[in-house]
């Protein structure tokens, strides 16, 4: 821009960029022994500046966060998969988009089964693999989604006891910006969703206040009880 006869002037493009961090969807608190496609941890991708197209990243499963593998060993307390008899995990690991940012998975961009021998690189930072996405996708430039890591609990309790711990993470996201045509990676340290813990589910049964005391005449076919029967989550 300007005139030929003197000096050109320049014009910066600035690249766009992307962010992971912790969502606020991630959930804490308890989950139940057998749940199976459960969401483990929530993570934010935030694309800003152009569309930025996920095509690899790395899962975390050490469970106590720390780099810590749990692969092999037996360990009190923590998330493990010592064998194939002896996981604490079943059936798939998957990573969901959120488009709608409610917690509930849209789309399933990773699945890669639970067994040891595929787990036992996701059991510690030192030596997570990259996972290319089956299915690449893309953040639309200004928006948000949530990344999903989704896993199903072993019903054997000899495997899973009630008060272990799970806090899976992510990182290294591989991706490719759409409109400056670069490569890029984020999230280089460990990015934690919440800590949740496995426990037994329990059934309580209570009267029902809504159905206070009656009076009636002698008759068939007539409601006389009413109760209040709720599993925990």
């Given at each position: 821009?300007?005139?030929k006869?003197?000096?050109?002037?320049a014009?910066s493009?600035?690249?766009?960029?992307?962010?992971?961090?912790k969502?606020n969807?991630?959930?804490s608190g308890?989950?139940?022994?057998?749940?199976?496609?459960?969401?483990?941890?929530?993570?934010?991708?935030?694309a800003?500046?152009?569309?930025?197209e996920?095509?690899?990243?790395?899962i975390?499963?050490?469970?106590?966060?720390?780099?810590?593998?749990n692969?092999?060993t037996?360990t009190?307390?923590?998330?493990?998969?010592?064998?194939a008899?002896?996981?604490d995990?079943?059936s798939s690991?998957?990573?969901?988009?959120?488009t709608?940012?409610d917690?509930?998975?849209?789309?399933?961009?990773l699945?890669?089964?639970a067994?040891?021998?595929t787990l036992s690189?996701?059991?510690?930072?030192?030596?997570?693999?990259?996972?290319?996405?089956?299915?690449?996708?893309t953040?639309?430039?200004?928006s948000?989604?949530n990344?999903l890591?989704?896993g199903s609990?072993?019903?054997n309790?000899?495997?899973t006891?009630?008060?272990?711990?799970?806090?899976?993470?992510?990182?290294?996201v591989?991706?490719?910006k759409?409109?400056?045509l670069?490569?890029?990676?984020?999230a280089?340290?460990?990015?934690?969703a919440?800590?949740?813990?496995v426990?037994?589910?329990?059934?309580?049964?209570?009267s029902?206040?809504a159905?206070?005391?009656?009076?009636m005449?002698a008759?068939?076919?007539?409601?006389?009880?009413?109760f209040?029967?709720k599993?925990?989550?």
């Amino acid at each position: 821009i300007g005139d030929k006869t003197t000096t050109y002037n320049a014009i910066s493009i600035n690249e766009g960029s992307l962010t992971v961090s912790k969502s606020n969807l991630s959930p804490s608190g308890d989950v139940t022994i057998g749940a199976t496609d459960t969401v483990l941890g929530a993570f934010e991708l935030k694309a800003a500046g152009e569309d930025i197209e996920l095509q690899r990243l790395r899962i975390d499963l050490s469970s106590n966060g720390v780099g810590t593998s749990n692969q092999g060993t037996a360990t009190t307390g923590a998330m493990e998969c010592i064998s194939a008899a002896a996981c604490d995990l079943t059936s798939s690991v998957k990573i969901m988009v959120d488009t709608n940012l409610d917690g509930i998975g849209d789309t399933t961009l990773l699945s890669t089964s639970a067994a040891p021998t595929t787990l036992s690189d996701l059991w510690t930072q030192a030596s997570l693999a990259d996972y290319d996405l089956s299915s690449f996708y893309t953040v639309k430039g200004g928006s948000t989604v949530n990344l999903l890591i989704v896993g199903s609990i072993t019903s054997n309790t000899a495997n899973t006891t009630t008060g272990e711990t799970i806090r899976v993470g992510l990182r290294a996201v591989y991706h490719y910006k759409k409109s400056s045509l670069k490569y890029g990676t984020v999230a280089a340290t460990l990015v934690q969703a919440n800590t949740i813990t496995v426990n037994q589910s329990t059934l309580t049964v209570s009267s029902n206040t809504a159905y206070g005391p009656q009076t009636m005449v002698a008759q068939s076919s007539v409601k006389v009880g009413s109760f209040v029967v709720k599993a925990s989550s």
